[in-house]
């Protein structure tokens, strides 16, 4: 994993992207604790990027998170064995994907184009084992993450707010570059979510596809969403 991948966007905050806007990852190293958000799609990825984090910081206790029901956001969880937290809602819909699913859906990715296999793996499902309703804290030793439900792009998505570093990841609540895919979400629930997630002290912002940036990245994808056809096809993300 070379370092047009892989970035310490502030101090102990690393974030992955297999390939351009591509489903980012993102590494937060506490003290104590070592907090895996997201794997992308490819388990191969994820490993490597999380082993070059190690080798920049230290090898710890690990705990993975994951915000939503999107293949290109879990399928990479699927390299680590740690224990997975994440929106209860996201865990009912992940246990209705069985082997059928997902030899279908991977297929048909892979002959579309949307979907590399280089770092990929055998896809398998990993059902998170630590679930939250609304809001969960988790300590990792000096520094904090926020895990926030707020729905819109899908019913089940959480972002992640890290109070100490003024860094959002805000998984596919905001893209950077790209349309996000809107199939299944709910414009007036995602720009109410957006207004309340904006008041707090954000300063960096990790798309769930794109560059990394600043808060003017909610600005954005609000404009972006006041504006959108929630009819018109788009790719999957
Ligand atoms: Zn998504």
Redesign the pocket.
Same mark, same amino acid.
């Given at each position: 994993v070379n370092d047009e991948r892989i970035q310490e966007v502030v101090p102990d905050v690393f974030v992955g992207i297999p390939y351009p806007y591509d &489903?980012a990852m993102c590494v937060v190293v506490g003290s104590e604790t070592t907090l895996i958000m997201d794997g992308t799609s490819y388990q191969d990825f994820a490993k490597e990027f999380v082993d070059e984090v190690e080798s920049r910081t230290r090898v710890q206790r690990r705990l993975c998170a994951l915000? @939503?029901? $999107?293949f290109? $956001?879990w399928a990479g969880l699927a390299a680590f064995d740690e224990s997975i937290i994440a929106p209860r809602e996201t865990r009912e819909i992940l246990d209705t994907y069985d082997q059928e699913w997902l030899t279908t859906n991977t297929t048909q990715w892979i002959d579309a184009g949307m979907l590399e296999t280089e770092w990929l793996g055998t896809p398998r499902v990993r059902l998170p084992d630590i679930l939250f309703d609304n809001q969960v804290s988790i300590d990792l030793g000096g520094l904090t993450v926020e895990l926030i439900h707020i729905g819109g @792009?899908?019913t089940d998505?959480a972002v992640a707010w890290i109070p100490e570093r003024g860094v959002l990841f805000a =998984?596919?609540a905001i893209g950077n570059g790209r349309d996000?895919?809107l199939d299944?979400s709910d414009g007036p629930s995602w720009i109410a979510a957006l207004e309340r997630i904006s008041a707090l002290p954000i300063t960096t912002v990790v798309p &769930?596809h794109g560059p990394v940036g600043d808060r003017s990245l909610i600005d954005a994808q609000l404009e972006s969403l006041r504006t959108a056809d929630h009819d018109a096809p788009r790719r999957? =993300?």
């Open positions: &489903g915000t @939503h029901r $999107h290109d $956001h @792009h899908v998505i =998984a596919d996000l895919y299944e &769930g999957s =993300a």
